[in-house]
T-cell receptor
Framework: LAKTTQPISMDSYEGQEVNITCSHN???????ITWYQQFPSQGPRFIIQGYKTKVKNEVASLFIPADRKSSTLSLPRVSLSDTAVYYCLVGDPYNNNDMRFGAGTRLTVKP | EPEVTQTPSHQVTQMGQEVILRCVPISNHLYFYWYRQILGQKVEFLVS????????KSEIFDDQFSVERPDGSNFTLKIRSTKLEDSAMYFC???????????FGPGTRLTVL
């Protein structure tokens, strides 16, 4: 399973756009990139998944460059309730969907 | 929206005792998982389960752990003889197919005294 590296923490202010980048240099051809959000004392919650280029949903955007060795989760106009830990995971969901979480990025949104 | 449920929300037990953590996955899901999260640490994969058998397990999932799907709705994690270091949040997750998003339950906080 590809190892991921993310910043340990980030601070932002309400209304700003937040970009969290994840490095996954040894990503395999069949691997997808998935981001989860976790609030304290709750289970992780799926945010977005992609394979290449750009993916967008109602919550976030995911940018993946051509070499796929990194990805960036973009949260538009964050609010206080977006304060959480964000996990980047890389794996082949068609072969083995066991997810191995890293330490994640603790995002703190300030008023 | 359907969701994964877990009971109890908090379990306190004495070291050496057996505990059973219960999960009710989303009804049409076929793949089931257990994870744990020690306080302040990352979420760790324990085991995946499909077609009534374990499909993958981590090095954490040793002989003191077992999983079972005793009926059509419940998915349980049993810890045979709890240790202090088993204290953690235990999350159950399920998915409809091996490639789809995993939906996590709210977790059971296990405290071993």
């Amino acid at each position: 399973l590809a190892k991921t590296t993310q910043p340990i923490s980030m601070d932002s202010y309400e209304g700003q756009e937040v970009n969290i980048t994840c490095s996954h240099n040894n990503i395999a051809t069949n691997d997808y990139i998935t981001w989860y959000q976790q609030f304290p004392s709750q289970g992780p919650r799926f945010i977005i998944q992609g394979y290449k280029t750009k993916v967008k949903n109602e919550v976030a955007s995911l940018f993946i460059p051509a070499d796929r060795k990194s990805s960036t989760l973009s949260l538009p106009r964050v609010s206080l309730s977006d304060t959480a830990v964000y996990y980047c995971l890389v794996g082949d969901p068609y072969n083995n969907n066991d997810m191995r979480f890293g330490a994640g990025t603790r995002l703190t949104v300030k008023p | 929206e359907p969701e994964v449920t877990q009971t109890p929300s908090h379990q306190v037990t004495q070291m050496g005792q057996e505990v059973i953590l219960r999960c009710v996955p989303i009804s049409n899901h076929l793949y089931f998982y257990w994870y744990r999260q020690i306080l302040g640490q990352k979420v760790e994969f324990l085991v995946s389960f499909y077609n009534n058998e374990i499909s993958e397990k981590s090095e954490i999932f040793d002989d003191q752990f077992s999983v079972e799907r005793p009926d059509g709705s419940n998915f349980t994690l049993k810890i045979r003889s709890t240790k202090l270091e088993d204290s953690a949040m235990y999350f159950c997750a399920s998915t409809s197919s091996g490639k789809d998003t995993q939906y996590f339950g709210p977790g059971t906080r296990l405290t071993v005294l």
